[in-house]
Nanobody, 128 residues
Framework: QVHVVESGGGSVEPGGSLRLSCAAVGETLANLCLGWFRQSPGKEREGVAAIWPGGPTPYYGGSVKGRFTVSLDYAKNTVNLQMNSLKEEDTAMYYC?????????????????????WGQGTQVTVSS
């Protein structure tokens, strides 16, 4: 079983930056597809980014491409999400997800399954 724990959320003004981290416990990064998803009240869950060492990743959602960067830290067994040029519409609860490489297939990365492991979420608020 895999446990994922997010950290790094908070409040920032528009145009600012935040860095989220997700620690994966119970499995090495090489065997995991790790993704970031977000959801705000009244909206559908949205895929933000996903990465798997063995595949054609990373993937990014259209609304964050060019502003967010996902990366792996093998020494700490974490996946990081650097978020720059933040906008008010980026405000949401951000969740880290871990699954097998199947989640990181190009057509599947935005569609977690019942086998996907989730963190508890971390709030990101962008407001002036």
């Amino acid at each position: 079983q895999v446990h994922v724990v997010e950290s790094g959320g908070g409040s920032v003004e528009p145009g600012g930056s935040l860095r989220l981290s997700c620690a994966a416990v119970g499995e090495t990064l090489a065997n995991l597809c790790l993704g970031w998803f977000r959801q705000s009240p009244g909206k559908e869950r949205e895929g933000v980014a996903a990465i798997w060492p063995g595949g054609p990743t990373p993937y990014y959602g259209g609304s964050v491409k060019g502003r967010f960067t996902v990366s792996l830290d093998y020494a700490k067994n974490t996946v990081n999400l650097q978020m720059n040029s933040l906008k008010e519409e980026d405000t949401a609860m951000y969740y880290c997800a871990a699954d097998t490489w199947k989640l990181c297939r190009p057509a599947d990365w935005e569609s977690p399954t019942d086998s996907t492991y989730w963190g508890q979420g971390t709030q990101v608020t962008v407001s002036s």
